[in-house]
């Protein structure tokens, strides 16, 4: 017996990519607008989106994107609530000592009932010496925010949620 091939309408593309990639990749083209500042290992994300934003990239729903770069992380997490206040679907990148400098707007942003998307490089908070490696700690910084948090497995999984929320 032959083996039969399935042929789909949109089959996809593989393509390696790391998860900030992932995120962006998703983000342009779903969401309307972001307000971040630049913090390891969220840094590519930023960078990504303001570049897009930069080319006039459209995305699905047919606007261009908008970026807004403050001049730190609680402005940063301000400019995205006020984003999303205006009716727009908008996106924050941070991780790290960023999303514990963002705390008291992200109590604000629940309380409003805003929606956003805060895309954070889960690292560990720098205690006695600089640490921009993998941890939870900003996680733990969220957690009793009202957020709700969804963790990726993967830069697959990332691309899936990035969509699905």
């Known amino acids: ?15 390696a990519m790391d998860g900030n990639t992932a995120a962006i990749m998703c983000e342009r083209e779903s969401t309307d607008a ?3 500042y630049p913090i390891t290992p969220s840094t590519q994300m930023g960078e990504y989106w303001a570049e897009n934003a930069a080319k006039g990239h459209i ?25 999303s206040m205006t009716g727009l679907r908008a996106a924050n ?37 600089l640490n921009v490696h993998a941890g939870h700690d900003d996680y733990h910084a969220v957690d009793d925010t009202g957020f709700f ?10 691309a899936d949620l990035n969509i699905i929320s």
């Open 1 to 15: 017996m032959a083996s039969e091939t399935k042929k789909f309408k949109y089959p996809g593309q593989r393509v």
């Open 149 to 158: 948090q969804l963790f990726a497995k993967n830069a697959q999984h990332v």
């Open 93 to 129: 990148f941070s991780s790290g000592q960023g999303i514990a400098y963002m705390h008291e707007s992200l109590y604000a942003a629940v309380g409003k009932r805003l929606t956003y998307v805060l895309n954070m490089g889960a690292r560990a908070m720098t205690k006695a010496t």
């Open 59 to 83: 995305n699905i729903s047919g606007r261009p994107l908008i970026f807004i770069e403050p001049e730190g992380e609680h402005a940063a997490a301000a400019v995205t609530a006020g984003l």
């Open 34 to 36: 972001a307000g971040a």
